[in-house]
């Protein structure tokens, strides 16, 4: 396992730095990492290493890349734990709503044009980031009132009742406003484009807090896995424990899907792929999808940029590319496996 693990962190490293080397103008590992220690260590910068190389891995790519990592881990933890939790492999935090929700916010802002005073170009994403969580609490609270027992039928249910009604409303306002229609539409397809450390520094504080939140929840989720029944006479509060869990990712999904968009099937495949390399223990399971998540999702932002020369392919379009069959084959395979 140790080994394993190992692997993994040196692989995300290594695919972080050629993500930052790799682009319209490439730029050599040995310049990137002077550029690096130059801005990190103030260590003086290598001979023949131009201002607009250190411009474009500091400003421009460094960030994004930092960012597509964060979302990704971001949707990857969010879907292990929501799998875990309503023990249906076919599940996504996507699933209670929360990305109708950040895009109803966001549509609003769109088309209203609104900025608020002090925060700027924070404006959509903490619109989108609230109503994305307000969508979360709202299903789950409806869920608690239908059926005190919480039932995951239940969530699940209520999810896709919130979810169905939010895009409705959504597209009666893109109807009404079709001059804003690409500019909605361009935001739902995701984009990691022209965000820089002011972004990354936006996401940090909901990842961080999601992130470590979850943590101290792994062995519930090890024994919710086994069924309400059993995971309450184990002494989990099992209610408790769903309010918290769905919470905590609703506040990681809702925070990728507002600074970056709404991006599917990373939620989906992350938590096969990683359980299948590191087994059912949540202690493994939920860190490793982080790092399996943003990889994947800054090897789909590499591709989207660099595949079409002089163009740019929205991130969710390379992430479904690359996701749905993926998620068939090692889906399939499973069943394929249990029936024989």
């Known amino acids: 396992m140790k080994k394993k693990i190992i692997i993994s962190l040196i692989l995300t490293l290594v695919i972080i730095l050629l993500s930052v080397c790799i682009g319209s103008q490439t730029i050599s590992p040995l310049h ?3 550029i690096l220690g130059n801005k990190l260590f103030q260590i003086p910068l290598n001979s023949g290493i131009s201002d607009n ?45 929360v990305s109708s929700g950040a895009s109803l916010g966001a549509g609003l802002i769109i088309i209203s ?48 009742v919130f979810s169905l009604f939010i895009n409705a409303l959504l597209q009666a306002l893109t109807a009404l406003f079709r001059e804003n229609l690409e500019s909605i539409v361009l935001w739902q397809m995701g984009s990691f484009a022209l965000k820089g450390w002011k972004y990354v520094g936006g996401i940090l504080p909901f990842f961080l807090i999601g992130i470590i939140g979850l943590m101290f929840y792994v062995r519930e989720m090890d024994i919710l896995t086994f069924g309400e029944e059993q995971a309450k006479a184990a002494g989990v509060e099992t209610e408790k424990v769903k309010w918290i869990l769905l919470g905590l990712t609703g506040i990681l999904t809702g925070s990728a899907v507002a600074f970056a968009g709404v991006i599917g099937f990373l939620d989906l495949i992350a938590p096969h792929v990683v359980r299948k390399i590191f087994g059912s223990s949540h202690r493994y399971v939920l860190p490793m999808s982080i790092f399996f998540g943003g990889i994947f999702m800054v090897i789909a932002d590499l591709i ?9 392919i929205p991130v969710s379009v390379i992430s479904a590319l690359i996701g749905a069959p993926f998620f068939a084959y090692v889906f399939f395979k499973k069943e394929k496996v249990r029936n024989s």
């Open 32 to 34: 990137t990492f002077s």
């Open 113 to 160: 044009g609104l900025s608020l005073s002090g925060i700027g170009i924070f404006t959509l994403p903490l619109v989108g980031l609230i109503f994305g969580l307000a969508t979360v609490f709202g299903s789950v609270l409806l869920a608690s009132k239908i059926d005190p027992n919480m039932s995951n039928n239940t969530i699940v249910l209520t999810g896709m």
């Open 304 to 312: 989207s940029r660099t595949l079409v020369p002089s163009s740019e």
């Open 53 to 97: 190389e250190v411009a474009i891995v500091w400003q421009l790519r460094l960030p994004r890349v930092l960012l597509a990592f964060f979302v990704g881990g971001a949707l990857a933890a969010s879907g292990t734990v929501v799998q875990s939790v309503l023990r249906n492999p076919l599940a996504s935090p996507f699933t209670l709503g």
